[in-house]
């Protein structure tokens, strides 16, 4: 089955540094990429869709200056936590899918963002 | 509206008995998908089945089985003789067919199998 990669699968960082969190398809091309947030004990909250080479599609109430999304790739999305802070703190997944085939979606294992 | 409602948020059973979570949903398309996922601890999520809506046929896998009534929009699913290694947070998601593929999830169902 298709694979997607997340790197890194943890990470701690302070308060107001950025982080990046790369989404890697690794034997398919996804033209669309989509990162979700999930707090504890909650459910995955979409917050972008991306397609490759053009810029993403953000849902209502996800700030697009703090979360930077970058599909520059049919293989690679990445993520970008600006001046994150406490409130970050969550676990973000990326999913992929293929050209034409938007209900076939594979997700990635996860990054665990801690901000201090 | 496109909605996932997963009225159970939790579920404790004891090892070998049936469980069935229960999933309802929204959505005024005609086409639309709908999935079951599996998060356990690790959190990755992992897939179980997906569903067209002209695919009303119930399926079973192993000890898995999924009932999808478009009458009553429901696509519950039926853990039978369950084992520990089914507790994991389980989540019924949406698919709609003309969104590009966005899924818009339920809240989940904790399950808990006690041995």
């Known amino acids: 089955g298709a694979v997607v990669s997340q790197h890194p699968s943890w990470v701690i960082c302070k308060s107001g540094t950025s982080v990046k969190i790369e989404c890697r398809s690794l034997?398919?091309?996804?033209?669309?990429m989509f990162w979700y947030r999930q707090f504890p004990k909650q459910s995955l909250m979409l917050m972008a869709t991306?397609?490759?080479?053009?810029?993403?599609?953000?849902e209502q109430g996800v700030e697009k200056d703090k979360f930077l999304i970058n599909h520059a790739s049919l293989t690679l999305s990445t993520l970008t936590v600006t001046s994150a802070h406490p409130e970050d703190s969550s676990f973000y997944i990326c999913?992929?899918?293929?050209?034409?085939?938007?209900?076939?979606?594979?997700f990635g294992p996860g990054t665990r963002l801690t901000v201090t | 509206a496109q909605k996932v409602t997963q009225a159970q948020t939790e579920i404790s059973v004891v090892e070998k008995e049936d469980v069935t979570l229960d999933c309802v949903y929204e959505t005024r398309d005609t086409t639309y998908y709908l999935f079951w996922y599996k998060q356990p601890p690790s959190g990755e999520l992992v897939f179980l089945i997906r569903?067209?809506?002209?695919?009303?046929q119930n399926e079973i896998s192993g000890r898995y089985s999924w009932n999808f009534q478009k009458s009553t929009s429901s696509f519950n699913f039926t853990i039978t003789a369950s084992q520990v290694v089914d507790s994991a947070v389980y989540f019924c998601a949406l698919g709609p067919g003309n969104q590009g593929g966005k899924l818009i999830f339920g809240q989940g169902t904790e399950l808990s199998v006690k041995p």
């Open positions: 999913s992929a899918s293929q050209q034409g085939v938007s209900y076939e979606q594979y």
């Open positions: 034997d398919f091309q996804a033209t669309t």
């Open positions: 991306s397609n490759e080479g053009s810029k993403a599609t953000y």
């Open positions: 569903r067209n809506s002209f695919d009303e």
